[in-house]
């Protein structure tokens, strides 16, 4: 039973640049959560999806970045013109209902150069 | 919106001695408090939780504990190991969002 899986696990990109990042939930789980983790802190919710809906991003800058869940394949975090304050471990949940077990990938752990 | 505050920041014992972190929220309408373990490069690992229709819950070596009227749950680690030592992070629920709230961690030390 395969857990949460995200890629890539480590991403590097210049200042400008763009950045993806993508999560697949568990098997049977269809509400999927980002958090963002600042080293030596802890995790900040930024946006909670369901299949094709965004059902709150009130955690998400309103500009740069966007997040989505397709009908098929991951959900996205995009992160637009990146700046060094950009730099964090991205991390993404899932769970088969809201309120249930939320379950945590390995991350992304974005640098900006 | 929910706080949730973690204490202490850091933890040392020596194996085999029990350690406890505890967390305090705020919003009286959660009802669901998970505890996670994170060690180093690696994603936060669910390992209890506990819901408010529940006073306390056991797994083994760890228990967590929930005093609703005081806003207030604690994990309890007994006969610790070093594979223990990582960074303990507590977290609730509303029930009104979808979204947990996390405690700032606390960075167990376990000495062999």
């Known amino acids: 039973n395969a857990g949460v899986m995200q890629n890539p696990r480590h991403l590097v990109r210049r200042r400008g640049q763009e950045a993806r990042l993508r999560c697949s939930p568990m098997k049977g789980h269809s509400h999927v959560y980002w958090y963002r983790q600042l080293p030596e802190e802890g995790l900040k919710f930024m946006v909670y999806l369901q299949k094709e809906n965004i059902i709150d991003e009130s955690g998400m800058p309103k500009e740069r970045f966007s997040a989505e869940f397709p009908k098929e394949g991951p959900s996205i975090l995009r992160i637009q013109q990146v700046v060094r304050g950009d730099s964090a471990a991205y991390f993404c949940?899932?769970?088969?209902?809201?309120?249930?077990?939320?379950?945590f990938g390995p991350g992304t752990r974005l640098t900006v150069t | 919106g929910e706080n949730v505050e973690q204490h202490p920041s850091t933890l040392s014992v020596q194996e085999g001695d029990s350690a406890v972190i505890k967390c305090t929220y705020s919003d009286s309408a959660s009802n669901y408090f998970p505890w996670y373990k994170q060690e180093l490069g690696k994603g936060p690992q669910l390992i209890i939780d506990?819901?408010?229709?529940?006073g306390e819950k056991k797994d083994q070596r760890i228990a967590v504990t929930l005093n609703k009227t005081a806003k207030h749950f604690s994990l309890h680690i007994t006969e610790t190991q070093p594979e223990d030592s990582a960074v303990y992070f507590c977290?609730?629920?509303?029930?009104?969002?979808?979204?947990?709230?996390f405690g700032k961690g606390t960075k167990l030390s376990v000495k062999p």
């Open positions: 949940a899932s769970s088969q209902v809201m309120g249930d077990e939320q379950y």
């Open positions: 977290a609730a629920w509303g029930g009104s969002q979808g979204n947990l709230i």
């Open positions: 506990i819901r408010s229709n529940v």
